[in-house]
């Protein structure tokens, strides 16, 4: 590893982060509330900080995969660390622990809180919180090579290791300015979003988190009842559409903004995404009518809010979803798992897995039928390598097998099996809330201090998709000379 | 500039590599996953997998809005059809690799029937660069400017040297009144030597000045041997022909090694004033039995890089004084230079720097773009020729009074018919020639030469 290039790398991100922590610095002058010398500190330190490991000096400028995945893993978790310092300076979360949850669960856009009531938190730490959200969805690193001058071929690989996605690509030659157009989509969809919000009368600051959380697909809100407090339907629909949104992969809306119009429309996993949420809308509104809601508008308005939301894995939530019948509930885990797009800001195993994994199924089957048949599996009209594949497949098992340790760890609390099982698949997948004692009323406050750091560290894998902190695990991984 | 590259191949990848340090947006067009994977992850270009011909892998590459398109695979064919269709879908320039002898004859026809605006042959490109090495054996490389005028040269010290360990500025007056030595390297480290610089022996001195007072200095450091007369090639490939052909003109002797039966036949039948031996190259009764020790050079040209260099350790051994190995693969003539090989050609680099003289040509349009650029000491410093025109915010300046960046020098000053080897009271004037040293900078610009005012 070359250590002074990763701390170089690292130093500017924290400076980035601190430049990000201004804008809420600004709300908390603005509203005049206790955390503005929390900020204050924490961009101190930050900066300071930043600038020693930034000053390191390299002899060695060579940069490889392994240097990539590093700065990618320690920059998620150091990001983590010095975010959680405004909550925990401030007091608004006594324990660093809790607020280093709430920070990891904004960065990675899960959206899971330990606070039991969001509306007495100050402004600023409000603001900040969301706007974790709105960073974290398109990636912190990829932010940082989008401010960045001199990004060089060797970047790629931040940028391979944090973008979403089996086969993340570049949308034009140069890394710097893919970063730069992904940015400004990013930032373009969120102002429309702002824009809608105000037209229909929502406060401007309001508005303001509710887009960062729905951009980020994180899911933040500063009502202890989402979205739902509100009881607007024209909210409900203008943030679940953008919900679904932010949910398709980006390098669509830049071919569409190329001139390519069809492309999404071609595009298959468009078309799966949208088919499973449909699917989903359709058959949830049918199991709601007449059981819950008397009539199907009502149903139809919270089964399209809540399957956009957990399908982006966002975690907003209209209503209390977790007093629906059990058959709306179950399609809702299911769509945890499946999650958004790949390539967008959302989470969860990925439509794209799902769609390669069950071509992959159909092809097997065929070949029991036709043994010596040759099928080969196609995704756009390219053949997909065997290599993708296999890493599809291992990436659905690795998920399996962390999910199984989350789970067995969280359940040393003694909680019962519905809100562990939801509280890990809503972690994994970066959702939010899940059902039960962490359904959209409940939280995460009373697992424990282990629980709660394991739930930190499953977001993390979830959102950098396991392998980049997998490798932390690998004792080569931190030889100087890997053999 | 947008500029998609056919084929990733040797010159594909050291041309993406190239462009994409340069700024260019650059897109690699190849059937091969495996070198695509390669140069995804060590170029920042973007790589599309697709048979170059096809209009669909072209179109998704974004030929419309491309200003380049350089067709660079193994087939002569494909690069012409490729730059054809490019043209036709849109695509600003197009260069194509063409490198059969048979087409070469009929370069200008093709060129404007299919519109490319370069054409490329890597190998008579090769035979030229060694022509011109056995011009002037005493250089391991040459590189000319100003249309001739300046002449660029490195030469390896040796101990006979009468320069040797005493300091620069000692010697000032004695030997280097019209010549300048730019750049010494040593192992792997380039100096820039300074008045209290005292050459040793085995370094490799850049000198740059008027063509006759290189020849002066190299004649003065008994450099300068007799003419070369007779010449050994082992290898009868594409170069061999060229180089053949090519040293007919300056009435050289020409003798080639060729291991297969039909192609000496062939060759012999294409050269009918060249000695045509087939043979293995590395056999030493038979080197022995064509008179190796005799031979004024040696060029070994196998495809092989391996026996190149045994050939060349055995030509040296014989006392043969101009030795020269084409490399293929390795990109570290350093390691050549250490053996005693006292030149290396790659048709790649050559090929390389052929190109990309061109697109910065094309690409800075405005400003003051580099005329020529050439690559020195194994490509880690480079030699810049511009014209200084009136966007120069230095002109009519003393030297001494300009902020120059870093490992970089002004070399010569051609104006009009004098080459001035420039001091600190020298001014660059509007029209002037100036040659410019960069060491492991990026100079595009001429104006880019002087530390920015108040910046980093």
Redesign the interface.
């Known amino acids: 590893m070359n250590t002074a290039m990763i701390s170089k790398n690292l130093g500017v991100l924290l400076l980035v982060e601190a430049a990000s922590m201004l804008p809420s610095l600004l709300v908390a002058i603005i509203y005049k509330q206790n955390d503005i010398s929390a900020f204050i500190i924490t961009i101190i330190v930050l900066t300071i900080i930043g600038f020693i490991m930034y000053r390191i000096p390299a002899r060695n400028k060579n940069f490889y995969?392994r240097d990539g995945f590093a700065i990618v893993s320690l920059g998620w978790i150091l990001v983590s660390l010095f975010g959680a310092l405004p909550f925990f300076i401030s007091g608004a979360i006594p324990s660093y622990i809790d607020a280093l949850f709430e920070t990891v669960s904004g960065f990675t856009t899960t959206g899971s809180t330990i606070l039991r009531d969001v509306e007495s938190l100050p402004k600023g730490l409000l603001f900040w919180r969301s706007f974790t959200n709105w960073i974290g969805g398109m990636g912190v690193l990829v932010m940082m090579l989008a401010v960045l001058p001199a990004?060089?071929?060797n970047?790629?690989?931040i940028m391979k290791a944090e973008s979403p996605g089996p086969n993340p690509g570049?949308l034009?030659?140069?890394?710097g300015?893919s970063a730069k157009i992904l940015y400004l989509m990013y930032i373009g969809l969120s102002l429309v979003q702002i824009v809608l919000l105000l037209i229909g009368g929502m406060p401007l600051f309001d508005t303001l988190i509710h887009t960062f959380s729905t951009a980020g697909t994180g899911g933040f809100s500063n009502m202890n009842n989402s979205v739902g407090a509100y009881n607007n339907l024209y909210f409900e629909i203008v943030i679940g559409v953008f919900m679904f949104l932010f949910g398709i992969n980006f390098a669509l809306y830049y071919q569409t903004l190329k001139g390519d119009i069809k492309s999404m429309i071609r595009d298959e996993e468009f078309r799966f995404y949208s088919f499973t949420a449909i699917s989903a809308i359709v058959l949830i509104t049918w199991n709601l009518w007449g059981s819950l809601f008397g009539t199907v508008w009502e149903s139809l308005r919270h089964s399209f809010f809540q399957v956009s939301s957990i399908m982006t894995t966002t975690g907003f939530s209209s209503t209390n979803f977790d007093v629906w019948p059990v058959l709306s509930k179950t399609i809702l885990i299911v769509l945890m798992f499946i999650g958004a797009s790949a390539g967008s800001t959302g989470g969860g195993i990925k439509c794209l897995r799902f769609l390669l994994l069950f071509k992959t199924i159909k092809r097997e089957v065929r070949r029991i039928i036709h043994p010596r048949a040759v099928y080969t599996v196609k995704y756009g009209g390219k053949t997909v390598?065997g290599d993708v594949l296999l890493g599809v497949m291992n990436y659905f098992f690795i998920s399996i097998i962390l999910f199984a340790i989350s789970l067995i760890l969280v359940s040393l609390d003694g909680f019962d099996m519905v809100s562990n099982f939801t509280a890990v698949a809503a972690t994994i997948n970066n959702i939010g809330p899940g059902l039960g004692m962490v359904g959209p009323t409940g939280n995460f406050a009373d697992y424990s201090g282990l629980s709660k750091i394991v739930f930190s560290a499953t977001m993390l894998f979830g959102r950098l998709e396991i392998y980049p902190m997998l490798i932390l695990f690998a004792p080569t991984f931190w030889k100087r000379v890997n053999i | 500039m947008k500029i998609i590259i056919i084929g990733d191949g040797k010159v594909g990848h050291s041309l993406a590599e190239h462009l994409s340090q340069e700024n260019h947006d650059v897109t690699i067009i190849d059937k091969n996953p495996e070198a695509l994977r390669k140069a995804s992850e060590a170029l920042d270009v973007m790589c599309i997998q697709g048979n170059g011909v096809s209009t669909k892998v072209m179109l998704e590459a974004g030929v419309k809005n491309a200003d380049l398109l350089i067709a660079a695979t193994s087939s002569d064919e494909m690069n012409m059809v490729c730059a054809l269709t490019g043209r036709k879908l849109g695509a600003g320039h197009t260069i194509a690799r063409i490198r059969d002898p048979e087409y070469a004859d009929e370069l200008s026809v093709l060129k404007t029937e299919l519109g490319l605006d370069l054409v490329i042959n890597p190998e008579q490109a090769a035979a030229r660069e060694i022509a011109r090495l056995l011009r002037f054996p005493s250089a391991a490389d040459i590189e000319h400017f100003a249309k001739g005028r300046i002449e660029f040269v490195e030469i390896a010290a040796t101990h006979d040297m009468p320069i040797i360990g005493i300091p620069l500025k000692n010697l000032a007056g004695k030997y280097f009144s019209n010549i300048l030595i730019g750049v010494v390297k040593r192992g792997n480290e380039v100096i820039i030597p300074n008045g209290d610089f005292k050459i040793a022996t085995d370094d490799r001195l850049n000198i740059i000045g008027r063509p006759n007072d290189v020849f002066a200095f190299c004649k003065q450091m008994g450099k300068c041997t007799q003419k070369i007369k007779k010449v050994m090639v082992v290898g009868g490939g594409m170069i061999a022909h060229y180089l053949a052909m090519n040293l007919k003109l300056n009435d050289i002797k020409v003798k080639i090694i060729e291991m297969n039966r039909e192609r000496s036949i062939e060759l012999a039948e294409i050269l009918p004033d060249t000695l045509v031996i087939n043979g293995d190259g590395t056999d030493k009764t038979l080197l022995d039995s064509e008179n190796l020790s005799e031979m004024d050079a040696f060029i070994a040209l196998t495809g092989r890089d391996e026996e190149n260099l045994i050939s060349a350790m055995m030509a040296k051994q014989s006392g043969v004084k101009k030795v020269i190995v084409k490399t293929t693969r390795i990109d570290n003539p350093v390691l050549f230079h250490d053996l005693g090989v006292d030149s290396v050609v790659s048709p790649k680099l050559i090929t390389t720097n052929y190109i990309l003289k061109y697109v910065r040509g094309l690409s800075n349009a405005m400003g003051n773009p580099a005329e020529t650029v050439y690559k020195i000491v194994d490509g880690e410093a480079e030699v810049l020729e511009f014209v200084a025109n009136k966007t120069i915010k230095f002109l009519n300046t003393p030297l001494k009074d300009l902020k120059l960046l870093k490992g970089i020098i002004i070399g010569a000053i051609a104006r009009k018919n004098d080459i001035i080897i420039p001091h600190g009271d020298d001014m660059i004037k509007q029209g002037d020639n100036v040659i410019v040293i960069s060491i492991d900078k990026r100079i595009t610009d001429f104006n880019e030469v002087i530390a920015p005012v108040g910046g980093f």
Do not use: F, M, R
Not at chain 1, 172 to 175: D, Q, Y
């Open positions: 995969t990004a060089g071929a970047t790629l690989h570049k034009v030659p140069k890394i300015q390598s």
